[in-house]
């Protein structure tokens, strides 16, 4: 069965950092690019990286270039997502999700993790 799992995500002061961890289940995550996505309170969910199927490629908001990292490892069926020089407006629930799949396409989205950024 299909399965996305989010988890890292906390309560973090401005600057600080988090490591966040996508665990896939149900299927070949290795054929898949991997997005991440964030909404905030009152906001549309917005992607904020995505990492092709092999990790070869990588794309980053604008708002988030040079602060987070996307990788992953296909061995561990896992993808993560480093964040540094966290800001207020980092404060989101993160999600992991599959762009283009047949699963997101309808409406699967797994629980997500809070990120909270707060002095």
């Known amino acids: 069965q299909l399965q996305l799992v989010e988890s890292g995500g906390g309560l973090v002061q401005p600057g600080g950092s988090l490591r966040l961890s996508c665990v896939a289940s149900?299927?070949?995550?290795?054929?898949?690019?991997i997005g991440w996505f964030r909404q905030a309170p009152g906001k549309e969910r917005e992607g904020v990286s995505c990492?092709?199927?092999?990790?070869?490629?990588?794309h980053y908001a604008d708002s988030v270039k040079g602060r987070f990292t996307v990788s992953r490892d296909n061995a561990k069926y896992t993808v993560y997502l480093q964040m540094n020089s966290l800001k207020p407006e980092d404060t989101a629930v993160y999600y992991c999700n599959a762009p283009g799949s047949s699963w997101l396409r309808n409406g699967y989205w797994g629980q997500g993790t809070q990120v909270t950024v707060s002095s």
């Open positions: 149900g299927f070949a995550l290795d054929y898949y690019a």
């Open positions: 990492i092709s199927g092999t990790g070869g490629s990588t």
